[in-house]
């Protein structure tokens, strides 16, 4: 199955803090006013040649992106715009529910306050 921006808009829409908003221009989703999840914008694909799939822009501990990025076959990936940065691209066509929805928690997690995650895990 391929994915949307409106199913990973649903797959988030009952975590604490989240709201869907603008983030670098694009569709976005944010927990407490900074961004955690974002679709590529068109002049992305086109600067980093990726236009085989619509992509979504995640944060990530960059101490374990490589590792991520090599367990998951090539559904998620980095150009070099985000070497050495804890973000990494997730292809909405490629990606199964349960790795998206782990990204998606990983990413929440990586940008959400004590107190939000709190509730998150009550």
Known sequence: MAFTYDDVVALCADWPGVTADQWYGTAGLKVGGKGFARMWSE????????????????????EEKRALIEAAGGVLFET?????????LVRLGDVDR???EDTLEDSYRQIATPKLLGQFDD
């Open 43 to 62: 002049r992305e694909h086109q600067r980093d040649g990726v236009r085989d799939t619509a992509v979504l822009v995640v944060m990530c501990d960059v």
């Open 80 to 88: 070099p715009h985000y070497h050495g940065h804890g973000a990494m």
């Open 98 to 100: 349960e790795l998206l």
